[in-house]
C-alpha cells in the first residue's frame, strides 16, 4: 500500500527525558518498509490523504517490557507467597510442562498475544530451562512479529526440589549457543538472543563465569535476578561462602557489563550499587511483582542518583499482568510507599511523564536499539499504539496537560482501550493463528 498517514494525539518521548505532545499531530509512515517519515502538527484539519477516524485517540510509541517469564503465563494471580516457595511450589512445576513442545508453543502464543493487546511491542523474556521450548518461543513471536529477545533459563544447581534432572553447566552453555546460532539477529535484528543465567541461587560459579565469557565473545546481552527477597539473599549467600554481597558473586564471575540486566535490586548496600555503576550494568525495576511476592520497594531516587540506568518491566508470574500501563502505575504508587520513611528528598516521587519516559525510550536504551524504536522520529520502526478513550469517560482527556493525560491512562484503564497496535507500520489485528508442530529434531537456520 505504500506511505500511510494517520491523524491522533501524539504522546511521544523526547532524548531529554520529556514527553511532547502534538494536539492535531500527523504519523507517515511506510507500511512496505515500516519505517517512520514524518511526526508534525496537522496542516489543515481537511489535509488530503490523511486516516482522520482517529483524530480523538491518542497515539503513543509501543512499550517495551524489560523482564519477563513466557512459561510463567498461566501461573498468574496465584500462588502468592514469598519468592522461594512460590519457585519451588509453584512457578517449577509449571515451567517443567515445557519439556512439551506444543504446550510450550501454546503457551508462547498467548504470551506473545496478550503483551501485544496491552501495546507491549518490544518483550524481554525467559523461556524455561529446555532448548526445544526456547526455540519455538523464537518461531511463534517470529510469526507474531513482535520484537524480542528470548534466552533459555540456565541453571545447573538443584534448588533441591526442582523436578528435573538439570543440565550441567557445558550442556547449558551448549543449548543456548545452539539456540543464539539459530536465532540471534534473525528478522532483521528483531529477534535476539539474550544469556540467562537464572539467579545465583540455581547457578554454580563456573556457569556464571562460562556465560560470561560467552557474552564477551558474542556481543550477547545476559539477564538475571539479583537482591530480590531477604530469604533469597540469605540463601544464595550460603552458596557462595566466599562472596561478600551477592552482587560480588556477578562481580567475581565477570558478569556485570553495560550489557547484563539485573532484575529487582531491592537490598544494594552503596557498595554494591558502586560495583554495578562503574560496571555500566542496569537495573530493571519491576514494582508489580516486588508487591506481588511481598519481596520489597525499590528505592528509585537513591539508585538513581549513582548514574545507574534503571528500566522497567512486568515480571510476569511475579508481577501478575503484562500490561506496562500497569508497571508504571505501581513504580509510582512504590516511589510514594518508599517516601513515606524518606525524608528531604527533592522529587521524591515518579512522575507519569517519567515512567512513561523509562517504559520507551528509556528500556530502548537500555538494549542499545534507540535508533530504531522507543520514541516516534522520522527513519525508525512504526511500531506505535492507538488509545481510544471510552466515550463515558471522556471528560477525563478534556486537558492538553501531558502528565494529566498520562496519568488518567496509568491509574484509570477503565476509561479507555488500546484499540490498534502497529508494528513495522502493519495493523495487528488478526495475529496469525500457530499451528502446533512437532519439535525438529536438531536446530535449523531460522
Ligand atoms: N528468581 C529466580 N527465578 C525467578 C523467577 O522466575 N521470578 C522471580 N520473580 N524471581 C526469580
Ligand atoms: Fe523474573
Not at 333 to 359: G, R
Request: proline residues 4%; aromatic residues 10%; contains cysteine.
Amino acid at each position: 500500500m505504500g506511505i500511510r498517514s494517520i491523524k491522533a494525539k501524539i504522546l511521544n518521548p523526547k532524548p531529554d527525558g520529556t514527553i511532547s505532545f502534538i494536539r492535531n499531530g500527523v504519523i507517515r509512515f511506510d507500511t512496505k518498509s515500516g519505517k517512520i517519515h514524518s511526526i508534525e502538527q496537522a496542516k489543515s484539519q481537511f489535509e488530503d490523504g490523511n486516516d482522520n477516524r482517529h483524530k480523538k485517540y491518542f497515539l503513543l510509541p509501543g512499550l517495551i517490557d524489560l523482564h519477563s517469564h513466557i512459561p510463567q503465563l498461566p501461573g498468574i494471580a496465584k500462588n502468592a507467597n514469598e519468592l522461594i516457595p512460590w519457585l519451588k511450589n509453584h512457578i517449577f512445576p509449571l515451567e517443567t510442562k515445557f519439556s512439551d513442545y506444543s504446550y510450550a508453543q501454546h503457551i508462547a502464543q498467548l504470551f506473545f498475544t496478550e503483551a501485544l493487546h496491552f501495546g507491549t511491542t518490544c518483550i524481554v523474556a525467559y523461556s524455561s530451562v529446555h532448548k526445544d521450548a526456547t526455540d519455538i518461543s523464537f518461531e511463534v513471536a517470529k510469526t507474531i512479529g513482535i520484537r524480542a529477545f528470548i534466552g533459555k533459563a540456565m541453571m545447573d544447581r538443584d534448588m533441591n526440589k526442582y523436578p528435573l534432572p538439570l543440565p550441567n553447566w557445558k550442556e547449558n552453555i551448549k543449548d543456548s549457543l545452539e539456540i543464539a546460532k539459530k536465532w540471534h539477529g534473525t528478522d532483521n535484528g528483531r529477534l535476539n538472543f539474550i544469556l540467562s543465567p537464572r539467579f545465583a541461587g540455581s547457578c554454580s560459579m563456573k556457569l556464571l563465569e562460562k556465560t560470561a565469557e560467552v557474552s564477551k565473545a558474542e556481543n550477547l546481552f545476559i539477564q538475571t535476578h539479583l537482591s530480590e527477597n531477604r530469604s533469597e539473599i540469605n540463601y544464595i549467600k550460603s552458596l557462595f561462602p566466599n562472596c561478600s554481597t551477592n552482587t560480588h558473586i556477578f562481580k567475581k564471575s565477570k558478569l556485570l557489563s553495560d550489557r547484563t540486566l539485573l532484575a529487582h535490586c531491592l537490598y544494594l548496600s552503596q557498595v554494591e550499587l558502586h560495583i554495578i555503576e562503574e560496571a555500566n550494568s542496569k537495573i530493571v525495576h519491576c514494582p508489580t511483582s516486588n508487591i506481588f511476592l511481598q519481596s520489597g520497594f525499590l528505592p528509585i531516587r537513591r539508585y538513581q542518583s549513582h548514574n545507574i540506568e534503571i528500566g522497567l518491566g512486568t515480571d510476569v508470574a511475579g508481577g501478575y499482568s503484562l500490561s506496562m500501563f500497569n508497571e508504571m502505575k505501581n513504580a509510582i504508587e512504590t516511589s510514594k510507599i518508599v517516601n513515606v520513611d524518606t525524608t528531604n528528598l527533592k522529587k521524591p516521587i515518579l512522575a507519569a511523564s517519567e515512567a512513561f519516559w523509562i517504559s520507551t525510550l528509556g528500556n530502548a536504551r537500555i538494549l542499545k536499539i534507540d535508533n530504531e524504536i522507543g520514541s516516534l522520529e522520522v527513519g525508525k520502526d512504526a511500531d506505535f499504539i492507538l488509545i481510544k478513550p471510552n466515550k463515558k469517560f471522556q471528560f477525563y482527556y478534556r486537558t492538553d496537560d501531558i502528565e494529566a493525560i498520562l496519568l488518567n491512562l496509568l491509574y484509570l484503564p477503565h476509561t479507555y482501550s488500546i484499540e490498534k497496535v502497529f508494528i513495522r507500520g502493519k495493523e495487528i489485528s488478526d495475529i496469525p493463528k500457530i499451528e502446533t508442530t512437532k519439535p525438529s529434531s536438531h536446530l535449523q537456520k531460522g
